[in-house]
């Protein structure tokens, strides 16, 4: 080999450059349009410092820095002590500390900002396309507040650190930290989701109840983030059964609770972040609500996250939709740039499509919790929580797999971070209620509610006559509705959440969406000529839409 070929090798031609350098928020139309929508221009602008920083070079080295040295179970000191620690990469801090600085854990909670929760949620959205596992204890974080102010003394001692902007790692006693971050165990190993079969115990300590301090002794299959300084548990109480329970890492004496971190999971994806069986044997608790309540207390931090899942999975989304749609535009192949072969462009608008209306779905959620006071909105996000948790974190698989492929083999090399994504793609579908549970929570609402079929109604019908096929679909949607007898209604339960999240985000699209992505939603998924393979739509501004959705540098 002469020299002058060993040179030519260290260039790289017809290679798409790394898509590192743009704003992920501002590059973003679909979300920065939703965030001037639901809230002002001010809260977009106070977003462009995340924005820039989710899209660097840096940011995206260590997200994969955190994914490559996954954390490691410490359960003994050097000593022979026993200390249940998890140690994880400084790419893992580096993530966490730009989150909580940004006000992406419980701090809207305590904001006077009438956009805050909206603003939180672009914030999220935006900063879990850096690395989504991170995303998990800043999302129970955030999740704990509302379900904490059934005690007001306990939501008094943990909220202001909750809700801190500084991050403070350590497992050191409450009133010695500047921030603190919560977790959540509820499920067990007999049980899954099925709760009500949880067999860990509560004890009055004591026996005395009223002091509402328990010790528990049992166990949790699933709880992430064991480092956390706080998890809200459930275990049955002898006279009244399920209840919740705050549980502190550390005690307010300074000395370390009796958990044991088993082991932790050795997950599909979701690799950077810690998940861990826990054992409990006169472990000390605080009750939170009342005895016998505990799935209804807990509740209120599983619709938090539940929002997190929907907007998680649109970030995933998002993320690989841009490096889909980067990719095509420098790519060249059979004589011309990818981008411009009517088939691929075809690939991406849809694509494209998928991950817009996700977008609006996910923030039109967090204006219902920015808007909680109001009946309309308390009852909407009571119905579209599930409904978007089942369809959007349903969609993101195929989605994912699909934006994989159109970088062909260099998509399935880890060096693209295209295969991260597809390992996280099923995650949020499964955590906080799998696809059949949140069917079966749509069912739920509408049986017992009849509110919530009012403000669904409402809301997709402020969009009729904006398109005809919109309007043909909420009146078959109604039909469904009415022809589903009560012995019928679990069997389609999947396929009446489905069409009713795809009625909704299509509502969304047509009166507030770009029109040529509101065009092809509604030609597609609530059209008759779409078989569901991504790069199958007939017609509509393509190049439209596929010029909005690709990022641009600076």
């Known amino acids: 080999m002469t020299s002058s070929s060993r040179a030519g090798d260290r260039v790289a031609l017809n290679q798409a450059p790394p898509l590192a350098g743009h704003n992920v928020v501002t590059s973003d139309l679909a979300l920065a349009e939703a965030v001037v929508r639901h809230a002002s221009a001010e809260t977009l602008d106070s977003l462009v410092a995340l924005g820039f920083e989710a899209g660097s070079e840096e940011a995206r080295e260590q997200g994969r820095l ?4 996954s954390p490691e179970l410490r359960p003994y000191s050097r000593y022979g002590e026993r200390i249940d620690e998890v140690d994880f990469h400084p790419s893992w801090h580096w993530l966490m500390e730009r989150a909580v600085g940004h006000g992406l854990a419980a701090t809207p909670w305590e904001s006077d900002d009438p956009h805050a929760h909206v603003r939180r949620a672009a914030g999220f959205f935006a900063w879990s396309q850096t690395e989504p596992g991170h995303g998990c204890p800043i999302s129970m974080t955030y999740a704990a507040v509302p379900a904490l102010r059934a005690d007001d ?22 009133s010695q930290k500047l921030g603190a971050l919560a977790g959540m165990g509820m499920t067990e190993k007999q049980g899954g989701s099925d709760v009500r079969a949880n067999v860990t115990t509560a004890t009055p300590l004591a026996g005395d109840a009223d002091s509402g301090v328990y010790t528990l002794r049992g166990h949790k299959w699933f709880t992430s983030a064991p480092m956390n300084d706080m998890f809200l548990v459930l275990a049955q109480t002898a006279d009244a059964g399920v209840t919740c329970f705050v549980l ?26 810690a998940s861990a069986e826990l054992e409990f044997d006169q472990t000390l608790a605080w009750r939170l609500g009342d005895e016998g309540r505990g799935v209804r207390t807990i509740i209120e931090m599983v619709a938090a996250t539940r929002l997190d899942c929907v907007l998680g999975s649109a970030s995933l989304m998002r993320r690989a939709v841009a490096e889909a749609s980067w990719h095509v535009a420098h790519r060249s192949a059979f004589g011309g740039l990818l ?20 977008t609006a779905l996910a923030l039109r959620l967090a204006t219902a919790v920015d808007r909680r006071h109001d009946a309309h909105e308390a009852a909407l996000r009571r119905i579209a929580l599930p409904l978007a948790k089942f369809w959007v974190c349903k969609r993101t698989p195929a989605l994912t797999a699909e934006a994989l492929e159109c970088l062909g083999g260099n998509g399935y090399v880890e060096e693209s971070g295209m295969p991260l994504l597809y390992r996280e793609a099923p995650v949020n579908s499964v955590w906080e209620g799998s696809g059949n549970i949140n069917a079966l929570d749509v069912l739920r609402a509408l049986s017992r509610e009849p509110e919530v079929l009012d403000a669904y109604l409402t809301e997709v019908g402020r969009a009729r006559g904006g398109d005809a096929r919109l309007d043909a679909a909420i009146a078959d949607l109604l039909q469904l509705l009415g022809s589903l007898t009560p012995e019928l209604m679990e069997v389609n339960a999947r396929r009446l959440a489905g069409r009713m999240a795809a009625v909704l985000q299509g509502a969304l699209l047509v009166r507030h969406g770009a029109p040529e992505v509101a065009d092809l939603f509604c030609a597609s998924r ?9 790069g199958s739509l007939a017609g509509g501004d393509l190049a439209a839409v596929v010029a909005r959705t690709t990022p641009t540098l600076g």
Do not use: C, Q
């Not at 550390?250 to 972040?273: A, F, H, I, M, Q």
């Not at 609530?526 to 991504?534: I, M, R, V």
């Open 248 to 273: 502190p890492r550390v005690l307010p004496d300074g000395s370390r609770n009796t958990l044991d971190v088993v082991r932790l999971k050795d997950k599909l994806g979701n690799r950077s972040n």
């Open 526 to 534: 609530l059209g008759t000529s779409y078989d569901g393979t991504f």
């Open 339 to 358: 981008a411009d072969k009517p088939l691929m462009r075809n690939v991406i608008a849809d694509l494209a499509v998928e991950s817009e209306a996700a």
């Open 153 to 174: 003394a306990l939501a008094k001692e943990w909220t202001p650190l909750l809700a801190s902007t500084t991050y403070d790692p350590g497992l050191r006693p409450i």
């Open 66 to 69: 955190a994914n490559r040295h």
